[in-house]
């Protein structure tokens, strides 16, 4: 394999175009919004320039990468593609709409991988031609940094489709975990409920959002609290996951904190919005 379209331009979708073009591949970032891919080119230049000035890669290699990188406000670039990689926003109509014109753009062998943190692989490959060649590929954010990728197989997934795709994952330097498909995989399943029982320690008044993260990374050694995980994460994307586990597990079990609403509901997003558990002025 050798070419890769991405699309999505956001915090994940460029991440991931970032490891493929350092591996080597020819990649397409595509995104409808010329915005978005602005600013996703813009985050690749900074964390790359970050990488080169820590000795990670040098820079020509710096520049090798960004010359492997391409950009497009049209899903057409995917033709041709031997892999494309959806990082959409976590909606599930998108996410098929994506794919169903995948049918269309993607040569037939390809590999077709959703980097949905909880919506089911099984339901995204209803909407192909090939469910065989449909995977999750859960990335973890920062995604050049994270070593984790869930490998997610659907229902129809063949086999072959999961032994190239932990493969690669191993070739862009990450470690894969194969998951089978259910809600919120186990990432999300483990992590959504522990960030959800925090806001409910911070709405009950038990201690601030900086107590209970300070508790959890004193007591249980954790690098980062989960309402800053929750804040870099997104707290609408928090909260739609939280909606999937409900709506597939249960819904007394997984009923999303109601302080965690009240903030999306009021654009308080976390980091991408500047404001959500803590203010941020970048």
Same mark, same amino acid.
């Given at each position: !394999? =050798?070419?890769?379209?991405?699309?999505?331009?956001?915090?994940?979708?460029?991440?991931?175009?970032?490891? /493929?073009?350092?591996?080597?591949?020819? &990649?397409?970032?595509?995104?409808?919004?010329?915005?978005? %891919?602005?600013?996703? @080119?813009?985050?690749?230049?900074?964390? #790359?320039?970050?990488?080169?000035?820590?000795?990670?890669?040098?820079?020509? +290699?710096?520049? +090798?990468?960004?010359?492997?990188?391409? #950009?497009? &406000?049209?899903?057409?670039?995917?033709?041709?593609?031997? @892999?494309?990689?959806?990082?959409? #926003?976590?909606?599930?109509?998108?996410? /098929?709409?994506?794919?169903?014109?995948?049918?269309?753009?993607?040569?037939?062998?390809?590999?077709?991988?959703?980097?949905?943190?909880?919506? =089911?692989?099984?339901?995204?490959?209803?909407?192909?031609?090939?469910?065989?060649?449909? %995977?999750?590929?859960? /990335?973890?954010?920062?995604?050049?940094? !994270?070593?984790?990728?869930?490998?997610?197989?659907?229902?129809?997934?063949?086999?072959? &489709?999961?032994?190239? #795709?932990?493969?690669?994952?191993?070739?862009?330097?990450?470690?894969?975990? +194969?998951?089978?498909?259910?809600?919120?995989?186990?990432?999300?399943?483990?992590?959504?409920?522990?960030?959800?029982?925090?806001? /409910?320690?911070?709405?009950?008044? %038990?201690? &601030?959002?900086?107590?209970?993260?300070?508790? @959890?990374?004193?007591?249980?050694?954790?690098?980062?609290?989960?309402?800053?995980?929750?804040?870099?994460?997104?707290?609408?994307?928090?909260?739609?996951?939280?909606?999937? $586990?409900?709506?597939?597990?249960?819904?007394?079990?997984?009923?999303?904190?109601?302080? $965690? +609403?009240? @903030?999306?509901?009021?654009?308080? $997003?976390?980091?991408?919005?500047?404001?959500?558990?803590?203010?941020?002025?970048?």
């Amino acid at each position: !394999m =050798s070419r890769v379209a991405v699309v999505g331009a956001g915090t994940m979708g460029n991440g991931i175009a970032h490891v /493929f073009a350092q591996a080597g591949w020819e &990649t397409v970032l595509i995104d409808s919004s010329a915005d978005a %891919i602005a600013r996703g @080119m813009a985050t690749i230049d900074k964390n #790359t320039e970050r990488q080169a000035s820590k000795g990670v890669i040098t820079a020509s +290699e710096r520049r +090798e990468l960004l010359a492997r990188l391409k #950009t497009s &406000t049209s899903l057409e670039a995917a033709k041709g593609a031997e @892999m494309v990689v959806e990082a959409a #926003t976590e909606n599930p109509e998108i996410k /098929f709409q994506i794919f169903a014109a995948l049918r269309r753009l993607a040569p037939p062998s390809a590999i077709l991988a959703s980097n949905t943190s909880s919506i =089911s692989i099984t339901e995204i490959a209803k909407h192909t031609d090939r469910p065989a060649n449909v %995977i999750g590929m859960h /990335f973890m954010n920062p995604v050049p940094v !994270m070593k984790l990728v869930e490998v997610i197989r659907g229902k129809e997934t063949s086999s072959d &489709t999961v032994k190239k #795709t932990v493969e690669l994952a191993k070739a862009l330097g990450k470690i894969p975990v +194969e998951v089978n498909d259910a809600p919120g995989f186990v990432s999300n399943r483990v992590l959504m409920p522990m960030i959800n029982e925090a806001i /409910f320690c911070v709405q009950d008044g %038990i201690a &601030t959002a900086a107590g209970v993260d300070e508790v @959890m990374k004193l007591g249980m050694n954790h690098p980062i609290g989960p309402l800053a995980l929750a804040d870099l994460i997104g707290l609408d994307v928090c909260l739609s996951i939280m909606k999937v $586990l409900q709506d597939g597990l249960d819904k007394a079990k997984y009923r999303p904190a109601p302080l $965690l +609403e009240k @903030m999306v509901a009021a654009g308080q $997003l976390g980091r991408k919005s500047g404001q959500g558990f803590y203010a941020y002025r970048d």
